[in-house]
C-alpha cells in the first residue's frame, strides 16, 4: 500500500523557520523525484521545489529560492523541506509528490499539511 505522511506543519509568525518531513511507504522511493506543491486558499496548486531521484539535482519556485532547501534521504524514505524566512504568502496547506515516468509511470500524493504563517 504507498502512503506519502507529511508532518511538520504548523502556525509560524512571520521571519520564522519551519521543516516539513513526508514519510513513503509502499514504493521503492530512491527511484522517485519528489516534489512539495502547496495551495493556498482560492489558489490553484502550485509546485515549491523538487529534488531528483538520487538528490543530486534540486530546482524551486522563484518565490522561495534562496529560503527554502529541499532534501531526499533515500536511506529513511523521507523528504524534507526546510523553510526559512516565512511571510504571510506561504501560508497554503503543503503536499508531497512522488513521480516516475519509467519504466511505468506512477504518480502519488500526501494528504497534506497545513501551513500558517501569521502574527
Known amino acids: 500500500q504507498v502512503q506519502l505522511v507529511e508532518s511538520g506543519g504548523g502556525l509560524v509568525q512571520p521571519g520564522g523557520s519551519l521543516t516539513l518531513s513526508c514519510a513513503a511507504s509502499?514504493?521503492?522511493?530512491?527511484?522517485?523525484?519528489m516534489t512539495w506543491y502547496r495551495q493556498a486558499p482560492e489558489k490553484e496548486r502550485e509546485v515549491v521545489a523538487t529534488?531528483?531521484?538520487?538528490?543530486?539535482?534540486?530546482d524551486y519556485a522563484d518565490s522561495v529560492k534562496g529560503r527554502f532547501t529541499i532534501s531526499k534521504d533515500n536511506g529513511k524514505n523521507t523528504v524534507y523541506v526546510q523553510m526559512n524566512s516565512l511571510k504571510p504568502s506561504a501560508t497554503a496547506v503543503y503536499y508531497c509528490?512522488?513521480?516516475?515516468?519509467?519504466?511505468?509511470?506512477?504518480?502519488?500524493w500526501g494528504q497534506g499539511t497545513q501551513v500558517t504563517v501569521s502574527s
Open positions: 529534488i531528483s531521484s538520487v538528490g543530486s539535482n534540486t
Open positions: 509502499g514504493f521503492t522511493f530512491s527511484s522517485y523525484r
Open positions: 509528490n512522488a513521480k516516475r515516468s519509467w519504466p511505468i509511470m506512477r504518480d502519488y
